[in-house]
């Protein structure tokens, strides 16, 4: 079924303990985007970029089944720019530059032709432009999945709640799980932000896993372990990409699908830390990714039962 | 099969912030017994305490199937006592008072009705006792289990290494791992340290679940998302007790079922952190281990296909 995605796309300047990029493809929108393109195409996405963007990144998206007609080229602006650097253990990181550049306005225009959509992923982006994407479609999607970060809790925390409460399936990371809620439990964190209106909600751990909870239920599923984890940047946008993407190639809303799209989630996300930005993303043989889910099959299930 | 567990049996004072506990039953062959009695009876305990400990904990500890002829009580002598303190994450501790007593020069007597035991369990202690007691059983059994801590590592290195070389199955925890490989990544620690000698090493990560692994296989179970960790005190200890307990009462040392294993030590560390110290552990029915067990088989197992 029909995808439409929303997220940045953009500049990223990284550095690692294992080197350095300048100027790479990023954003969560291209995140995103890639990794659910690997489960079902087109993917509709919708961002903007400033005429300093590389035509060649624009046709490497759409090499691998994204479709760009709602990407707006401001061609007297820059694109969004980031840049960070990460610490040994690769579980923290400073910002060293952020320049909104050409997402200080974004005015989220859907191309008439994605307007049939049926699954919806809101990348992390100001939460009144999340909430626009939904108000401007004429039908809501089956499902809309929102991803945010802990900025905007800091600076716009009624737009984010506003937002939250539109939305189907909400995914933060632990950190932002705890200061949303003002729980330190994440099960009592979980029920307090389902409370708010979505039904199903996604705690990501980094290293540690992700957490799907949904009323009672919840279900986790680990991240694959790594000899090297290379470059964190995306791993939490290549998941939801995963996630969504899954869902809407199965067209299947099911809690028992849903626990199938976080472990697919999870396998793409752990391609994406192999390499630097998007590289391993964009290099993906679709047989690998059969083949990484297999490995979180062996790595988690088991049989409850000796056969004896 | 036969279990022998060698452990501390001591007192334990604690303070988290859900209340405190002055002098209360604790120690690792305390925890691993009263956890491994779930699943295989008589635990034959070695260890020893002072003549200040409660006549009537003994009581308790053979009354829940643990065999203490191999309990040493030196009369005249005061018991092993630790006392700490948990922060508000429930992740870091400090600890306040360690008075060694009757570990400081603790002789690890067999008794001769152990002698047949087929599994061991060495319980945390220092590692010239743990080689002590494999050495003084006439046969050597059909696995052994360790579990160690940083302490070890930190002024008894060498022989810390000599006894993990002589053992089947290592459990530390994640920062253990690092400490003792050099490596940050736990795949790399975990070839490093299976290079040591064990064929089986289990990472322990709190909240963050255990890794089993094996050559080139790993395994991964949770731990259980909880609304609170009361007390996280002998966690580490109950979950070793659980796995070696349900190993010997299968009497299977496959891959497969130290999954189980895996799974049925994570439920009973799931219980001791409900509340102080053993309290959890020792009011436990048999029908609630089964239960949390299918708890675990909810939160990871999934089916990989589709059925259409």
């Given at each position: 079924m029909s995808l439409l995605v929303i997220g940045s796309v953009a500049f990223d300047a990284l550095e690692t303990p294992f080197g350095k990029r300048e100027k790479i493809i990023g954003g969560a929108g291209t995140f995103i985007s890639l990794s659910a393109a690997n489960f079902v195409q087109p993917v509709n996405l919708v961002s903007v970029v400033g005429g300093d963007f590389l035509k060649s990144d624009i046709a490497m998206m759409q090499g691998k089944g994204?479709?760009?007609?709602?990407l707006q080229i401001k061609e007297n602006e820059k694109s969004f720019f980031w840049s960070g650097r990460y610490f040994n253990d690769m579980n923290s990181r400073e910002t060293l530059v952020t320049e909104l550049n050409?997402?200080?306005?974004f005015d989220p225009i859907i191309p008439?032709?994605?307007?049939?959509?049926q699954y919806l992923m809101l990348g992390n982006l100001a939460p009144q432009v999340q909430r626009q994407v939904i108000e401007r479609l004429h039908n809501r999607p089956k499902l809309v999945v929102m991803d945010t970060m802990n900025f905007w809790m800091d600076i716009a925390l009624e737009e984010l709640i506003q937002t939250i409460g539109m939305v189907d399936v909400l995914s933060i990371n632990d950190e932002e799980a705890r200061q949303l809620?003002?729980?330190?439990?994440l099960v009592k964190a979980a029920k307090k932000i389902m409370a708010m209106g979505p039904k199903y909600l996604i705690i990501k751990k980094g290293e540690h896993g992700a957490l799907l909870f949904h009323g009672e239920e919840v279900f986790f599923a680990p991240a694959l372990p790594l000899e090297e984890v290379f470059d964190p940047t995306g791993a939490g946008d290549t998941f939801a990409g995963g996630f969504i993407g899954y869902l809407a190639s199965t067209d299947d809303i099911s809690f028992e699908n849903m626990k199938r799209a976080v472990i697919h989630g999870s396998a793409m996300a752990s391609f994406c830390v192999e390499?630097?930005?998007?590289e391993r993303l964009v290099d993906l043989q679709p047989d690998e990714v059969v083949q990484r889910v297999l490995e979180f099959v062996k790595l988690v299930n088991f049989q409850p039962q000796r056969l004896s």
């Amino acid at each position: 079924m029909s995808l439409l995605v929303i997220g940045s796309v953009a500049f990223d300047a990284l550095e690692t303990p294992f080197g350095k990029r300048e100027k790479i493809i990023g954003g969560a929108g291209t995140f995103i985007s890639l990794s659910a393109a690997n489960f079902v195409q087109p993917v509709n996405l919708v961002s903007v970029v400033g005429g300093d963007f590389l035509k060649s990144d624009i046709a490497m998206m759409q090499g691998k089944g994204i479709n760009t007609d709602g990407l707006q080229i401001k061609e007297n602006e820059k694109s969004f720019f980031w840049s960070g650097r990460y610490f040994n253990d690769m579980n923290s990181r400073e910002t060293l530059v952020t320049e909104l550049n050409v997402l200080g306005d974004f005015d989220p225009i859907i191309p008439e032709s994605y307007q049939d959509c049926q699954y919806l992923m809101l990348g992390n982006l100001a939460p009144q432009v999340q909430r626009q994407v939904i108000e401007r479609l004429h039908n809501r999607p089956k499902l809309v999945v929102m991803d945010t970060m802990n900025f905007w809790m800091d600076i716009a925390l009624e737009e984010l709640i506003q937002t939250i409460g539109m939305v189907d399936v909400l995914s933060i990371n632990d950190e932002e799980a705890r200061q949303l809620s003002k729980e330190y439990s994440l099960v009592k964190a979980a029920k307090k932000i389902m409370a708010m209106g979505p039904k199903y909600l996604i705690i990501k751990k980094g290293e540690h896993g992700a957490l799907l909870f949904h009323g009672e239920e919840v279900f986790f599923a680990p991240a694959l372990p790594l000899e090297e984890v290379f470059d964190p940047t995306g791993a939490g946008d290549t998941f939801a990409g995963g996630f969504i993407g899954y869902l809407a190639s199965t067209d299947d809303i099911s809690f028992e699908n849903m626990k199938r799209a976080v472990i697919h989630g999870s396998a793409m996300a752990s391609f994406c830390v192999e390499q630097f930005g998007t590289e391993r993303l964009v290099d993906l043989q679709p047989d690998e990714v059969v083949q990484r889910v297999l490995e979180f099959v062996k790595l988690v299930n088991f049989q409850p039962q000796r056969l004896s």
